[in-house]
């Protein structure tokens, strides 16, 4: 998971996905030991490569967290090899601004030891009974009840307006290239 697998549907409310490294049937602690996703998003135990689970979701909701709160992910470095050491062996810097809940979630979340990381032991219930979220009602989310910001949606005078307002200088319109009943 990552802040791009979040979409936001018509509504506002927020959608997952792109589960396509999903698995089925992990249950215990070390059930996979695959490696796979985007660089910034791998948990410690999957960079060791010691066998994980289902706890690595859990680090990776925080890792989201993370990075929508302040704007990238929490150990990012343009030097991978960096990154990597740093996920697997630096303890997580959150931004003083961040609010005395907010920390102590993350911190909880992007625990190095997954056997105690937040939400090991009662999965999401565990997650959705912390302080930080304390004004959430959860019965209201899932039902799609809560009110969400008003989207912003572009002002589209036709349905047919010319792809130049879409598009603006990306395309050349006077192209070679240009196909018969096929380009703009």
């Known amino acids: 998971m990552k802040p791009a697998n979040v979409l936001i549907n018509e509504d506002g409310h927020c959608k997952l996905t792109d589960f396509g490294l999903s ?10 030991y695959s490696f796979c996703g985007s660089v910034a998003y791998l948990a410690p135990e999957v960079l060791r490569r010691e066998g994980h689970s289902k706890n690595v979701d859990w680090y990776l909701l925080g890792v989201c967290l993370y990075e929508l709160l302040f704007g990238e992910p929490p150990f990012y470095s343009e030097d991978t090899t960096k990154m990597h050491n740093d996920i697997v062996h630096t303890e997580v810097k959150i931004p003083k601004e961040a609010s005395k809940n907010c920390k102590d979630l993350l911190k909880k979340l992007l625990c190095k030891d997954p056997r105690k990381r937040l939400g090991t032991k009662k999965g999401a219930s565990e997650i959705r009974k912390h302080k930080f979220f304390k004004n959430i009602n ?7 009840q809560i009110e969400v910001p008003p989207a912003r949606k572009p002002e589209i ?16 319109f006077e192209s070679e290239y240009n196909m018969d009943n096929w380009s703009f």
Do not use: A, M, Q, R
């Not at 698995?23 to 996979?32: F, L, N, Q, R, V």
């Not at 959860?138 to 799609?144: G, I, P, S, Y």
């Open 23 to 32: 698995k089925e049937g992990i249950k215990d602690s070390y059930s996979t």
């Open 157 to 172: 005078k036709s349905k047919n307006y010319p792809p130049s307002e879409v598009f603006g200088d990306y395309l050349d």
């Open 138 to 144: 959860w019965d209201e989310v899932l039902n799609k």
